[in-house]
């Protein structure tokens, strides 16, 4: 009896000296899916994939109603509804992360995976470009350098003059704005890219002016003399601010080289570009 009384205490006591094991998937769902709104996005993508006891609570939408932009409704407005019909948060966060057309396949709008900031790229089809339908100036190009399929070319002109306008409901934040634009026509030749510089002229004589300005009173003005031949180059317009993201914000931008001292000719209109400023 006194043998196994001393071994019965010998086992509690290695029991009570050895620490309680445990493991992720003893951890309720919902301190999970607590854990996972402290990362971003992608972070939270990656964790799900490498541990099974996070994968349901990934799912959980009161994650991403905090990744998901302010405006996400208004953006699910403007695209085709059909897409988005009955999806889970986390799944309309992806689709929204990929480049979805609007207004005719003119503009694209897509959210950052990491950040869930609002971009958007206006093409070349949807700005007003003087005289853009004289075959003497102007030709549109199919190419695959664009995000459109196909670039405005100016052959030569004396008077440039690109005018864009936008109004769109903007999460709060600071933005940039650029024209994407090349010196020179690009084509392939025998499967390589190649560029045509000999037609470009009259880009170092003047600088080009570009304006940007805002229904709420922002205004920009900036001059640069465009250069880089055979380089597409984002050209930084201006930065303004959304400090009202529940009303839209209208944006007017331009660029211009209207100086008829002089032709000008060689260049390449891909887009316009519009981000938040850490992403420009």
Not at 159 to 183: A, C, M, T
Not at 216 to 228: H, K, P, V
Not at 235 to 256: M, N
Request: proline share 4%; charged share 25%.
């Amino acid at each position: 009896m006194g043998g196994n009384s001393s071994s019965y205490h010998q086992i509690k006591e290695e029991e009570e000296s050895t620490p309680l094991k445990s493991n992720l998937e003893d951890i309720p769902e919902n301190c999970k899916a607590l854990i996972l709104t402290h990362l971003n996005p992608i972070e939270i993508c990656n964790l799900s994939c490498m541990n099974r006891s996070f994968q349901a609570a990934s799912s959980a939408n009161f994650i991403w109603d905090l990744k998901l932009p302010s405006n996400y409704q208004f953006i699910v407005d403007k695209l085709e509804k059909v897409k988005f019909f009955d999806l889970g948060k986390k799944e309309l966060y992806g689709r929204l992360c990929q480049h979805n057309p609007f207004d005719g396949g003119t503009r694209e709008i897509w959210v950052d995976k990491k950040t869930g900031g609002v971009c958007l790229l206006i093409s070349s089809i949807g700005l007003v470009i003087t005289g853009v339908d004289d075959r003497r100036y102007w030709t549109h190009i199919p190419t695959d350098e664009s995000r459109f399929e196909t670039i405005a070319y100016l052959q030569q002109t004396w008077w440039l003059e690109i005018v864009g306008e936008l109004d769109f409901q903007l999460p709060s934040g600071s933005y940039s704005l650029f024209f994407r634009l090349q010196l020179g026509k690009s084509g392939k030749r025998l499967g390589r890219r190649i560029c045509n510089i000999d037609h470009i002229h009259g880009w170092d004589i003047k600088p080009v002016i570009f304006q940007l300005t805002t229904s709420d009173g922002q205004c920009s003005i900036s001059r640069c003399f465009l250069d880089n031949p055979g380089n597409w180059v984002r050209y930084r317009v201006g930065d303004f601010v959304v400090s009202r993201p529940d009303q839209s914000t209208k944006i007017k931008f331009s660029l211009r080289q209207i100086d008829c001292t002089h032709t000008k000719g060689g260049l390449c209109i891909d887009s316009v570009f519009i981000c938040p400023n850490y992403l420009g």
